[in-house]
């Protein structure tokens, strides 16, 4: 079992620049989470999504979108990308425990 | 909405001592459930220990307990036998349930040999 795999591990984007942050888990998961962590902090929530179709925002949603075909896959996508969205994003999965990624390093410059 | 505080930001103390960590939370909620998280740095979230609310019988794990208070809304954790492996952030976080976890700011552990 892969668990939840995250790609890429570590991007450059220059201001403006879009990008899909993949995430992947094997489980069967039915939930599954899109956060995010800046220097010194825990996680913020992004997304979230608790079956194919379905999603909602978290505490952090703004400059970001997702979608859920499958129950496998939870691609994050940012649009113009701005500075403040430089951080360590994690995907996780969920079934009576959370199962995290092993995070993307973005940097916005 | 939910939060969960953690105040203290960095912790220090000699292998093999035992060392307890804070974690306090606020919520409605009746049904709920509380982890700690370590986070080593190679940045993977590994869960620690998990609590139901509705449970009554602190949790452990091998050198690993909480102190779970509901009527004070404290989950601490207990780290015995302190090792230089258990160098880390370690994160306490809150959930409902399907709507994602709530985390503390984290706390900076460091094991001194």
């Known amino acids: 079992n892969a668990g939840v795999t995250q790609t890429p591990k570590f991007r450059i984007l220059k201001i403006g620049q879009s990008m899909t942050l993949q995430c992947t888990q094997d489980?069967?998961?039915?939930?599954m989470y899109w956060y995010r962590q800046d220097p010194g902090m825990g996680l913020k929530l992004i997304y979230y999504?608790?079956?194919?179709?379905?999603?909602d925002k978290g505490e952090v949603p703004n400059g970001y979108n997702v979608s859920r075909s499958t129950t496998e896959d939870f691609p994050l996508r940012l649009e113009l990308a701005a500075p403040s969205q430089t951080s360590v994003y994690f995907c996780?999965?969920?079934?009576?425990?959370?199962?995290f990624g092993s995070g993307t390093r973005l940097t916005v410059v | 909405a939910q939060t969960v505080t953690q105040s203290q930001p960095e912790m220090s103390v000699q292998e093999a001592e035992t060392v307890t960590l804070s974690c306090t939370y606020d919520t409605s909620e009746s049904n709920y459930y509380l982890f700690w998280y370590k986070q080593p740095p190679s940045r993977q979230m590994i869960l620690v220990i998990r609590?139901?609310?509705?449970?009554?019988q602190n949790a452990t794990e091998n050198r690993f307990s909480v102190n779970f208070q509901k009527a004070a809304k404290s989950f601490s954790l207990k780290i015995s036998d302190s090792q230089l492996g258990d160098t880390a952030m370690y994160f306490c976080a809150f959930t409902r349930g399907a709507d994602g976890l709530t985390f503390g700011k984290g706390t900076h552990l460091i094991i001194q040999p």
């Open positions: 999504s608790v079956g194919a179709g379905i999603t």
């Open positions: 609590q139901e609310a509705y449970k009554q």
């Open positions: 996780a999965s969920s079934y009576r425990g959370y199962t």
């Open positions: 489980m069967n998961h039915n939930y």
